[in-house]
């Protein structure tokens, strides 16, 4: 029976493992990821980059951060909360919770990661992440799992090209499950970000991401975005995913815009997807605080 309900799979994205109709839902609790596509490997942005590339903190403007975020859709709801700290001698700490709730489904995770730069152009990052699972027959699953990540970021002029890879749910640990796994995942990604002029910047991206194994798990996707800023100010964003026919990973367009004022930050997005997709009309809300 186990087979036939979600487990809460986080993968620097979030991800729900299911023998369910549809395969497996991935949902990331970041707005101006999933604006864009679904692109992690790449994206800075706020204390929610724990959950994509930990490793990215490292370049980082502000010292400290804390961001929440609320997703829904149909009668999925899903929260997070996560925050970073960065010390005077180059590492970070970062910490994230996250809780998910679907069909009498209860699923939630608490991470744990450290980042740290080599050299100028150079990060990586370790995170461990504890996973509870609740379905809705009351059987309860709780999981242990490891993420290394890395990037590099080379700069040209003001603009700079970033490129970013991790590793997902290396060791992973389950109790209370005979036949569910977590995926292991690589994913790589590049970005550019071409800075116009003091008033204008673009940024592209592009990730492809693998699942090894289970082998009901097994498969690829592919996602591109771009970002508009206009005046460090407002944002604007757009982006596809394309995923693998036939395996766990969905397809689905996306939208979204930001607002950046001081230290304050908030950031929407909306994914477009078909009827029977599970990534239909899934919306995000981030708010933060920069320090």
């Known amino acids: 029976m186990k087979r036939l309900f979600l487990l809460l799979v986080l993968v620097g994205g979030f991800a729900l493992t299911a023998r369910a109709q549809y395969g497996l839902l991935i949902v990331n609790p970041e707005a101006r990821s999933m604006a864009m596509g679904g692109v992690t490997a790449t994206t800075i942005s706020s204390s929610n980059t724990i959950f994509n590339n930990p490793s990215l903190v490292s370049f980082a403007n502000s010292p400290f951060q804390i961001s929440t975020s609320y997703s829904g859709a149909r009668s999925r ?7 970073y700290y960065q010390f005077l001698t180059g590492g970070a700490i970062q910490a994230g919770w996250r809780s998910y709730h679907y ?7 608490f ?18 992440r504890y996973i509870h699972c609740t379905d809705p027959l009351g059987t309860k699953i709780n999981g242990l799992a490891a993420d290394l990540s890395a990037s590099c970021r080379i700069p040209f002029g003001q603009s700079s090209l970033l490129v970013g890879a991790k590793l997902n749910n290396l060791g992973a640990y389950l109790s209370g499950s005979d036949d569910t796994l977590l995926p292991i995942q690589l994913t790589g990604g590049v970005g550019f970000n071409w800075v116009i002029n003091d008033s204008h910047s673009l940024l592209f991206a592009a990730d492809t991401d693998y699942c090894f194994n289970p082998s009901y798990s097994r498969g690829a996707q592919v996602g591109v975005g771009v970002e508009y800023e206009f005046m460090q100010l ?6 596809y995913n394309y995923g693998q026919e036939g395996t766990i990973y969905p397809s689905y367009g996306s939208v979204g815009a930001g607002l950046h004022f001081l230290f304050f930050r908030v950031d929407f997005s909306y994914l477009i997807a078909s009827k029977n997709s599970m990534m239909r009309n899934v919306y995000t809300v981030n708010v933060g605080l920069n320090f």
């Open 234 to 239: 407002l944002l604007f964003r757009a982006g």
């Open 111 to 128: 991470e744990l990661g450290y980042s740290r730069p080599i050299a100028r152009l150079f990060s990586v990052a370790i995170t461990g």
């Open 77 to 83: 709801e899903f929260y997070s909360l996560s925050a």
């Open 103 to 109: 069909n009498g489904c209860d699923e939630m995770s």
